[in-house]
C-alpha cells in the first residue's frame, strides 16, 4: 500500500497552534466510552462533507490506518442531486464506479459537540489498487497547489469570511413550502446591529461555541446587510487547514440549526430583494516556517513587496478564467450585482469594497482580499484558484495595474466578472493557464461539472417561466 502524499505544513493552523486531538487522545476516550462514533469524511464537488460513520472500536481496529474505508467514487463525480450525471472520465456507468479509498489524515481528528459521543476525522482520497493521491478530489487539488507554493518556499495563508441566512423554518418546513413564503429570522437589515443579534444568540452562539469545541476557533459573529443575514469569521490558517474548517463550519452550522428547529442557507443569492452572501477570501505568502510574511515591504508602494504585487496580478489575471472555481452554481452569478456589496468589476483598490479585490491589513498583516467568491463556493476549490493564480503572477512577474479610485460599479474601463455560468464555463475551457494550473485531468473534471450544472437546470421549466408564458404567450 502507497501512503497517501501529505505536503509538509499543510495541515499546520498559524503559529502551529494544537487545535485537533491526536490519534492517542481519540483512542483513550474510546476505550474510556467518551467516544463511540467516528465519522470518516471528505468533501464532494460541491464542498459538502461525505462518508460514512464508524464505531470507535471498527475504527481502532481496522479502518484508522492507511487501510481507510472504501467509498463509490460516483462520490466526486455527481450533480448536488447525487445523480451519477455522464461526461467524467474518472467514473463512470462505462468504468463500472468502482471504489476508492479513504484515508484518516490523523492531523485532522476533532470532536464534533454538537453530536453525542462523536469525533471526526477528514480523510484524502486514494486509488484502492495503487495507493496513488485521486487529483480530481477536491482536497488533492488543494494539496497539489500547496505543494507548488513550497517548492517556491513560499507558505500559502489563508482566512475567509463565509455569510448565510438564519430562517425560523425548519428544513422539512421549506421544503414542504416549496422554499417560498420562507421566515427570515429578523424583519430588518441587521448589520453589526447587536439588538437583533442578541435575540438571535440561542442559534448563533451555539454555532460559536461548538465550533470552538471542535478545533475551529472563531474570531467573531456579526449580523450582517440582510434580513436574517450573519457572518462568522473563523481565524486564519495554512490552506488546507482553512477549507476543513469552513468545511466543519457550514456542516456544523446547518447540523445546529436543524437540531434547534431552524434553517441556515449558505446560497449566494436566495432572494433577489434580498444582500447576497459572500466568501471573501484572505491571501496572503510567508516562509514555510510561518514566521515571515513574503508581503510586506516597509519602502514598497502602500507597503507591498514585489512578491504581493505580482501576486495580486495573477489574481487579477485569472479571475475571469477560474471565476467556476468561486462561483460554480446557476444561483452563484446571480450575486454580482451593482451596489450590492457583490463585485462585477475585476480590478483592485486600497480598502475598497465596490471592486473584485482589495489591499488590507498592515505590517505582517499585509494581504489580498477577494471580494469575488460567494458562500456556495468549494472552499478547497476557491482557495486552490486563489493559490494557482498567486503562484501565476509571481511565475511571470505580472504587475497590477494602478489601484482604482472611485465607485468601482460604474467603471468603464475595468474587465468584468461573468455574468452567467455559460461564459464562465467558455473562460474555463478555453484558459490555457486554468489546464497549465491544474493539469488536463483536473481541467477537465471542473469543467464537466459546471456543464453538468448548467444542464440539470435547462431540464426543468421554472415557475418564472410558467407565470410569464402560460397564459399570455
Not at 468502482?98 to 462523536?118: C, F, S, Y
Not at 486514494?126 to 495507493?131: E, H, N, P, V
Not at 434547534?260 to 510567508?286: E, Q
Request: hydrophobic residues 35%; aromatic residues 10%.
Amino acid at each position: 500500500m502507497v501512503e497517501p502524499v501529505r505536503t509538509p505544513g499543510y495541515h499546520r493552523p498559524i503559529m502551529g497552534a494544537r487545535l485537533h486531538i491526536t490519534p492517542d487522545q481519540l483512542s483513550a476516550m474510546i476505550s474510556d466510552g467518551l467516544i463511540d462514533t467516528v465519522l470518516m469524511v471528505f468533501p464532494d464537488l460541491q464542498g459538502r462533507l461525505i462518508g460514512k460513520r464508524t464505531t470507535g472500536r471498527f475504527y481502532l481496529d481496522h479502518v484508522s490506518g492507511p487501510e481507510g474505508t472504501e467509498n463509490c467514487n460516483y462520490l466526486i463525480a455527481t450533480d448536488m442531486d447525487n445523480n451519477a450525471v455522464p461526461g467524467y472520465r474518472f467514473a463512470s456507468y462505462d468504468l463500472g464506479y468502482g471504489d476508492m479509498r479513504a484515508v484518516a489524515d490523523n492531523d485532522t481528528i476533532r470532536l464534533v459537540p454538537w453530536v453525542e459521543k462523536t469525533a471526526m476525522v477528514m480523510c484524502d482520497l486514494s486509488d484502492t489498487d495503487t495507493g496513488a493521491p485521486i487529483e480530481v478530489s477536491p482536497r488533492r487539488m488543494l494539496q497539489r497547489q500547496v505543494g507548488l507554493a513550497g517548492e517556491r518556499g513560499y507558505l500559502p495563508m489563508i482566512g475567509s469570511e463565509i455569510e448565510f441566512y438564519l430562517f425560523r423554518d425548519t428544513y422539512e418546513q421549506a421544503h414542504a413550502k416549496g422554499y417560498k413564503g420562507l421566515e427570515p429570522h429578523s424583519p430588518w437589515l441587521e448589520d453589526y446591529h447587536i439588538l437583533q443579534t442578541t435575540k438571535d444568540e440561542y442559534i448563533i452562539g451555539q454555532i460559536r461555541r461548538g465550533l470552538e469545541a471542535s478545533g475551529v476557533p472563531v474570531e467573531f459573529s456579526k449580523g450582517e446587510a440582510g434580513r436574517g443575514q450573519h457572518e462568522i469569521n473563523l481565524d486564519y490558517a495554512t490552506a488546507v487547514e482553512m477549507a476543513d474548517r469552513n468545511t466543519i463550519y457550514k456542516n456544523g452550522a446547518k447540523e445546529i440549526a436543524a437540531l434547534n428547529g431552524r434553517s441556515i442557507s449558505f446560497m449566494a443569492k436566495y432572494a433577489w430583494d434580498d444582500t447576497g452572501s459572500s466568501c471573501h477570501i484572505h491571501s496572503s505568502l510567508w516562509d514555510l516556517d510561518g514566521a515571515e510574511s513574503a508581503m510586506y515591504d516597509h519602502d514598497g508602494d502602500h507597503g507591498m513587496s514585489d512578491t504581493f504585487r505580482w501576486w495580486l496580478g495573477g489574481l487579477l489575471t485569472t479571475a475571469a478564467e477560474f471565476s467556476l472555481l468561486w462561483a460554480p452554481t446557476i444561483n452563484s452569478y446571480k450575486r454580482f450585482q451593482p451596489g450590492s456589496w457583490a463585485p462585477t468589476a475585476i480590478g483592485w483598490g486600497l480598502d475598497n469594497r465596490t471592486l473584485g479585490f482589495r489591499k488590507v491589513g498592515h505590517g505582517k498583516g499585509t494581504r489580498v482580499e477577494s471580494r469575488i467568491p460567494g458562500s456556495d463556493a468549494n472552499s478547497y476549490f476557491a482557495f486552490a484558484g486563489t493559490i494557482a493564480g498567486g503562484l501565476h503572477g509571481i511565475e511571470h512577474r505580472i504587475e497590477p495595474p494602478a489601484a482604482y479610485l472611485g465607485n468601482g460599479y460604474e467603471s468603464t474601463d475595468l474587465p468584468r466578472i461573468p455574468w452567467n455560468i455559460v461564459d464562465a464555463i467558455d473562460l474555463w475551457e478555453n484558459s490555457a493557464i486554468a489546464k497549465e494550473c491544474f493539469g488536463e485531468d483536473v481541467h477537465f473534471h471542473i469543467a464537466n461539472m459546471a456543464r453538468q450544472e448548467w444542464a440539470a437546470f435547462n431540464a426543468t421549466v421554472t415557475d418564472w417561466e410558467m407565470r410569464r408564458y402560460f397564459e399570455r404567450i
